[in-house]
């Protein structure tokens, strides 16, 4: 099965559909498998939180604040905007079975400003937020870019800015969920992202 396959994973990676609650579903289930094959090993990662608000997410996993609480203190509604009953019963398991998350996404005022100038345009400060090495070589996921700019964000500022912002996200998730790994030798990770990702 699949689950078998990828059950010996540091990290799996699974592609959604923001919008798509049979997508939100089938998530579960497979951290659901996962869990029940090994209840210690598996953390979440997930690209609706933005890492500043790490503290946020664990005391709510850990039950120390409500998911009113938690909803407020990560600002979900204006920083992510999607739904959160799509993503609730996602939420619910890994608080019910203490399953860590991890907020591997950049915060949006970092992605956003490199969208408008790039990142040359960044303070120092702003720079040290980037993740090290900050890796600009794939040619084909500029590629991939270069298509999804032209086919949707005509008028939308310069490519190379949008490039720029898009790796700004990919990278920091990236090094989010390999600093996890790394930190936790014992642990692997299931990262729940948006398929163009």
């Known amino acids: 099965s699949v689950i078998a396959d990828i059950s010996s994973a540091r990290a799996v990676f699974v592609g959604e559909s923001h919008d798509r609650y049979d997508e939100h579903l089938s998530e579960l289930e497979i ?27 664990d005391d709510y996993i850990s039950g120390a604040i409500s998911e009113k609480d938690f909803l407020e203190k990560t600002e979900y509604f204006d920083r992510w905007g999607f739904d959160f009953r799509l993503y609730r019963p996602i939420f619910q398991f890994a608080r019910e079975h203490r399953i860590p998350m991890v907020a591997l996404n950049a915060e949006r005022e970092l992605t956003q400003k490199v969208a408008k100038v790039g990142l040359e345009g960044l303070t120092a400060a702003e720079r040290d937020q980037l993740p090290e090495p900050f890796d600009k070589s794939d040619k084909r996921y500029r590629k991939r870019l270069e298509k999804v700019f032209k086919d949707h ?45």
């Not at 951290?31 to 997410?57: C, M, N, T």
Request: aromatic residues 14%; hydrophobic residues 45%.
């Open 31 to 57: 951290i659901r498998q996962l869990y029940e094959r090994d209840s210690e090993r598996w953390a979440i990662g997930v690209e609706f939180i933005q890492r500043p608000f790490q503290k946020a997410l």
């Open 153 to 197: 964000m005509k008028g939308m500022g310069t490519f190379e800015h949008f490039w720029e912002a898009q790796l700004t996200w990919d990278e920091t998730m990236a090094d989010r969920a390999a600093a996890y790994l790394y930190a936790h030798p014992d642990k692997s990770i299931v990262v729940l992202a948006g398929a163009g990702h």
